[in-house]
C-alpha cells in the first residue's frame, strides 16, 4: 500500500512562491511515476508535473512551464514542486500522486490528501 503526505501549502500574494512535499511510503519513488495534480472549485482535475521514476525526466502542464519545478530526493523518499511567480489562477488543493503511467495518473493510482494552495491578487 502507497501512502502519500503532502505538506506546504498556504496562502501567498501573486508573484511569490511556496514548496510543496510529498512523503512516501516504501520504495515509491523507485517503483511508480511521481506527480502534482490540482482541483479548483468547480473545476475537473488537472494534471500539473510529474517525474518518471525510470529517469527522472520531468514534464510539465504548459499553464506552470517555465515557473513551477518538480524534483525527487531518493534518501528522503520525498517529491517536491517549486512553485514560483505564483499566480491566482494556481489557486487549488494539490494532490501528490503515484501511478505506473503518467498518463493515467489523474484518472488512478494513488493519491495523497491534499493540501491548499491559495493565491491572492
Known amino acids: 500500500q502507497v501512502q502519500l503526505v503532502e505538506s506546504g501549502g498556504g496562502l501567498v500574494q501573486a508573484g511569490g512562491s511556496l514548496r510543496l512535499s510529498c512523503a512516501a511510503s516504501?520504495?515509491?519513488?523507485?517503483?511508480?511515476?511521481m506527480g502534482w495534480i490540482r482541483q479548483a472549485p468547480g473545476k475537473e482535475r488537472e494534471f500539473v508535473a510529474a517525474?518518471?521514476?525510470?529517469?527522472?525526466?520531468?514534464y510539465y502542464t504548459n499553464h506552470v512551464k517555465g515557473r513551477f519545478i518538480m524534483s525527487r530526493d531518493f534518501a528522503k523518499n520525498t517529491v517536491y514542486l517549486q512553485m514560483n511567480s505564483l499566480k491566482p489562477e494556481d489557486t487549488a488543493v494539490y494532490f501528490c500522486?503515484?501511478?505506473?503511467?503518467?498518463?493515467?495518473?489523474?484518472?488512478?493510482?494513488?493519491w495523497g490528501q491534499g493540501t491548499q494552495v491559495t493565491v491572492s491578487s
Open positions: 500522486a503515484a501511478a505506473s503511467n503518467i498518463a493515467t495518473m489523474t484518472r488512478e493510482g494513488y
Open positions: 516504501g520504495r515509491t519513488l523507485s517503483t511508480y511515476d
Open positions: 517525474i518518471s521514476w525510470r529517469d527522472g525526466e520531468t
